[in-house]
Nanobody
Framework: QVQLVESGGGAVQAGGSLRLSCAAS???????MGWFRQAPGNQRELVALITRKNRTDYEDFVAGRFTISREDAKNTVYLQMNSLKPEDTAVYYCAGKLLGATDYYWGQGTQVTISS
């Protein structure tokens, strides 16, 4: 069982940037890692994934603005968010899973609020 703890959320104006971090209690080297988000009244949705070999995949609504990265030596995953929009307002969750697994390990989430 891996515990995930997100940090770096906050409130910024539209056009600003935030960098989220996700620290794991154990090794993430074997895990596919991702960031998800959930806005009020909406379902949780995928934002970005990064594989064990650093291949990345982004949802269209963040492509070109967000960058996911991982630092396995520190058991940490990052989400650099630039050109933020009010519609990016949500609770952002870090998650990880083994290749082939159906269930993710989840963090507790960090609030991101973007004002216009």
């Amino acid at each position: 069982q891996v515990q995930l703890v997100e940090s770096g959320g906050g409130a910024v104006q539209a056009g600003g940037s935030l960098r989220l971090s996700c620290a794991a209690s154990g090794s993430i080297a074997d895990l596919i890692m991702g960031w998800f988000r959930q806005a009020p009244g909406n379902q949780r949705e995928l934002v970005a994934l990064i594989t064990r070999k650093n291949r990345t995949d982004y949802e269209d609504f963040v492509a070109g603005r967000f960058t996911i990265s991982r630092e396995d030596a520190k058991n940490t995953v990052y989400l650099q968010m630039n050109s933020l929009k009010p519609e990016d307002t949500a609770v952002y969750y870090c998650a990880g899973k083994l290749l082939g697994a159906t269930d993710y390990y989840w963090g507790q989430g960090t609030q991101v609020t973007i004002s216009s």
